[in-house]
């Protein structure tokens, strides 16, 4: 299965959310990363149909997805960023009205409902109350609705904000062990999300994907740009003004480890370390706007 973008805009009046956007997705966990305000979540809204392009097209296995019809979410699992729940249904009965909405039968609804509550870890509460659940159980329910109609799409948008570090250790692992045969598009601001899940990174700041590929080959091309330096406190925070700070430690001694990105070196005494997909992202995202304003008609290829 392909999903493929083809130069799609989303524009808001003066305001241009996603800006020609092209990008080809086949099976696999995506990492979609961006600052707050990139255009992640109305580029996922447009995937999942729910927003429509204001140009280009979306296509499923070269057929744009409006001739599809509602057959299109058939095909779709998506978990929003506001996942909403009635709070008053347990974990079963919430995933069996979902499955009757979905136009599940019967019988498969039930057998598949306890299956997913299983390996999502909600088997011994299935029968409480959803307002009684955690943060982080409520997200893994969302997971298991999101994959009642066993969907070739799964679009996660922010899945992992508010869960504590144990839960989105979890969560990153039911979702590598989702993965098989779907496309996967997990978007986030927290990079650990997807560093060590992802197939591909996709790095979007203003509407357009600005750096894309594994995260071997992303982090290899900021080899010689990361750098540790030995400062003093004063100059330390001085260097967190002109440039992408990474770390500030500060030792017992009185001196300061800095850790930063710069295409040259900082300073004499400075040592070139390995970079990571977080000193790529500091690199990327410094001082950007969120989201580009242009006059109508000012587009560009």
């Known amino acids: 299965m392909e999903l493929k973008l083809d130069r799609i805009t ?28 990139a255009g992640k979540t109305t580029l996922m809204r447009m995937i999942c149909d729910v927003l429509k392009p ?28 506001d996942f909403g729940y009635y709070p008053d249904f347990s974990a079963y009965d919430f995933m069996r009205y979902l499955a ?17 509550l299983d390996m999502v870890g909600l088997s011994s509460v299935a029968k409480q109350k959803i307002k009684t659940f955690s ?3 409520k997200q893994r329910l969302g997971i298991a609705q999101a994959v009642l109609n066993d969907p070739s799409i799964l679009v996660l948008d922010e899945p992992t904000a508010g869960l504590d570090p144990k839960e989105r250790v979890r969560f990153r692992n039911l979702i590598s062990s989702l993965a098989q045969n779907k496309i996967v598009i997990l978007s986030t601001h927290i990079v650990s999300d997807v560093e060590y899940i992802a197939d591909k990174i996709l790095f979007m700041r203003c509407g357009t994907i600005v750096s894309a590929g594994t995260v071997d080959q992303i982090v290899g091309e900021m080899r010689g740009s990361v750098w540790e330096c030995i400062v003093a406190p004063r100059e330390a925070n001085a260097m967190a003004a002109r440039m992408p700070v990474g770390n500030i430690h500060y030792g017992r001694d009185g001196q300061v480890i800095v850790r930063l990105v710069s295409e040259s070196r ?30 109508r008609g000012a587009h560009h290829e």
């Open 266 to 295: 900082p300073r004499e005494d400075a040592r070139a370390v390995e970079p990571t997909l977080e000193d790529v992202y500091l690199h990327l995202f410094q001082a950007q706007p969120s989201l580009i304003s242009r006059r």
């Open 10 to 37: 989303k524009q808001f009046r003066e305001k241009i959310a996603v800006d020609h956007l092209s990008e080809t997705f086949t099976s696999g966990v995506y990492g979609l990363l961006g600052a707050n305000g």
């Open 100 to 116: 009757n909405l979905k136009g599940l039968a019967s019988r498969f609804a039930k057998v598949k409902t306890d299956e997913l």
């Open 54 to 81: 204001t140009s280009g097209q979306i296509l499923l296995d070269d057929v744009p997805i409006e001739q599809f019809g509602d057959g299109y979410r058939a095909h779709l699992g998506y978990l929003p960023q």
């Open 135 to 137: 943060g982080g159980m």
